[in-house]
Nanobody, 118 residues
Framework: QVQLAESGGGSVQAGDSLRLSCEVSGQSRDNYFMGWFRRVPGMHREFVAAIRWDGGTTFYADAVKGRSSISRDNAKNTMSLQINNLKTEDSAIYYC???????????WGQGTQVIVSS
């Protein structure tokens, strides 16, 4: 059974940087994508970034493009998301996910909360 565990959330000031991590266990697919999504309570979950299993292809939402970086470390079974110049609108619960396509995920973590204060 695939399990995903996020870490790295917290309370920060606008303009700060934050690095979120996702530890993966039980994954046995040869090809897959991993992604980050976020959700503000009461709103729909939105896509943030995604990366192919080998790190060869990445995708970013316009909201974070240019100030974020997604990466994989297959040796450590982890995926990370670095967001720089955080804005108050980045405040959300961030979830990592795993699936067969960059916009199709069937495994999700429990989420880690990010609060950005002005």
């Amino acid at each position: 059974q695939v399990q995903l565990a996020e870490s790295g959330g917290g309370s920060v000031q606008a303009g700060d940087s934050l690095r979120l991590s996702c530890e993966v266990s039980g994954q046995s697919r040869d090809n897959y994508f991993m992604g980050w999504f976020r959700r503000v309570p009461g709103m729909h979950r939105e896509f943030v970034a995604a990366i192919r299993w080998d790190g060869g292809t990445t995708f970013y939402a316009d909201a974070v493009k240019g100030r974020s970086s997604i990466s994989r470390d297959n040796a450590k079974n982890t995926m990370s998301l670095q967001i720089n110049n955080l804005k108050t609108e980045d405040s959300a619960i961030y979830y990592c996910a795993l699936g067969p396509k960059p916009y199709d995920y069937d495994y999700w973590g429990q989420g880690t909360q990010v609060i950005v204060s002005s």
